[in-house]
């Protein structure tokens, strides 16, 4: 079992930049791939990043790229999320979540985060 507690999320205004963190406890953080999710008032969650357990590889979602960056630090058992030039629809809740492999955490992770609200006024 893992635990996520995210962190981080506000309010900013269009252009502004946010750092989310998710903390991990309970098993070995290291041994998980990492991912954010996102769910915007009246739609489906969506996946934006995701990192292996190294931080050798990483994938996002087409319409983050360029503008989100997810990094890790293993010893401090915490993922990142540096969103940079936000846009009003970047709004949502944003979810920290874990699995064994990039491609499980992409699809359909098995360990999820409450979520952090990011809010961005136009």
Known sequence: QVQLVESGGGLVQAGGSLRLSCAAAGRTFSNYAMAWFRQAPGKEREFVATIS???????????VKGRFTISRDNDKNTVYLQLDNLKPEDTAVYYCAADWTTAQ??????????????????
């Open 53 to 63: 357990q190294s931080s050798g590889t990483t994938y996002y979602t087409d319409s």
């Open 105 to 122: 955490a992409m699809a359909a992770p098995q360990y999820w985060g409450q979520g952090t609200q990011v809010t961005v006024s136009s």
